[in-house]
């Protein structure tokens, strides 16, 4: 591969990364185009700056020593707070990429400190998700596709990606098990309980087997009425409208309700090996970033497990 093509591959990997993030930032944390200008312009600046530096690090790649220089250079140009600012922009870019997995850290937590902590969103209670259940409406055709939907994102602790891809080939209710493909299109099986299978299968059953059901979509669990797959943006759109109406006022993703599952489970005392292996995690530290629990779970902890209680 000559230099010119594999500098063209390295800035088509930056702009994709750069599309998601945009797509993340509209669409999950509802910010404005102008907001979305002032971050996309930091990583641009720092693409400029690889550029001159004739650096050919792509986002998954590029490491602290990169980025020390790019904001040492920076530093000679604006003032501390647009310095900072850039440090603050870039850090969310990369915590972003970590939350989605692509990362396993943010290169930018050791230029201010040896550890800063990541950004997770608020865990929901069992009864704030009741409460979000509760304000579907059953009365269209869409209620019963959505609550089975949320349903599902809690009950089996699944990404967004791993909803839409759903399949019903995937779905061995039988042996208690859903098929999910994960990232790096890496199969695990997920346990499904009782309430959520009855949940797809009244959705199934009832709802589905009236859609106009579009070629290449016959596989597919979850439609939208138009008999396709939905998409990621559907489902964001889904949860934002329901937290809405419960008056939940958190910021929720579908992420959080995956956030929440692995947390739940670590509070009634499931091993984090085995949610290791329900999240589809390929490192034990990975999962642990969800482990955020209150002192007052821990004190149970010890008065209940350590021998000298």
Not at 10 to 39: C, F, P
Request: proline share 3%; hydrophobic share 40%.
């Amino acid at each position: 591969m000559g230099w010119l093509s594999f500098y063209i591959l390295v800035l088509m990997k930056w702009e994709h990364a750069i599309q998601d993030y945009t797509h993340y930032l509209k669409i999950e944390r509802g910010l404005s185009e102008n907001s979305i200008i002032n971050y996309t312009l930091d990583i641009q600046r720092l693409l400029k700056f690889m550029q001159i530096q004739d650096i050919k690090d792509t986002p998954l790649s590029i490491e602290k020593e990169v980025l020390q220089q790019f904001i040492f250079e920076t530093a000679k140009l604006v003032n501390a707070r647009s310095q900072s600012r850039i440090i603050s922009g870039l850090k969310s870019f990369f915590n972003y990429l970590v939350f989605e997995e692509y990362r396993e850290s943010n290169p930018m937590d050791l230029i201010e400190s040896p550890r800063i902590g990541r950004k997770l969103p608020d865990t929901l209670s069992v009864d704030e998700i009741d409460q979000i259940v509760a304000h579907i409406d059953l009365s269209k055709p869409e209620g019963e596709r959505n609550r089975a939907i949320i349903e599902t994102l809690y009950g089996c602790g699944l990404r967004v990606s791993e909803l839409i891809e759903l399949k019903l080939s995937n779905l061995f209710f039988d042996e208690g098990y859903i098929s999910v493909v994960g990232k790096g299109d890496k199969q695990r099986f997920v346990p499904i309980g009782e309430a959520t299978q009855k949940f797809i299968n009244f959705y199934k059953n009832e709802i589905r087997h009236h859609i106009d059901i579009k070629k290449g979509h016959e596989d597919t669990l979850f439609l939208n009425r138009r008999g396709k797959q939905l998409t990621r943006a559907m489902i964001f759109t889904i949860v934002k409208q329901l937290v809405e109406k419960a008056g939940i006022r958190k910021k929720i993703s579908p992420h959080t309700f995956r956030h929440s599952f692995a947390t739940h489970l670590l509070e009634n005392g499931a091993d984090l090996r085995a949610i290791q292996l329900m999240l589809g995690h390929e490192s034990i530290t990975t999962t642990e970033i969800y482990m955020h629990l209150d002192r007052s779970h821990l004190n149970e902890v010890i008065h209940n497990f350590h021998p000298r209680r």
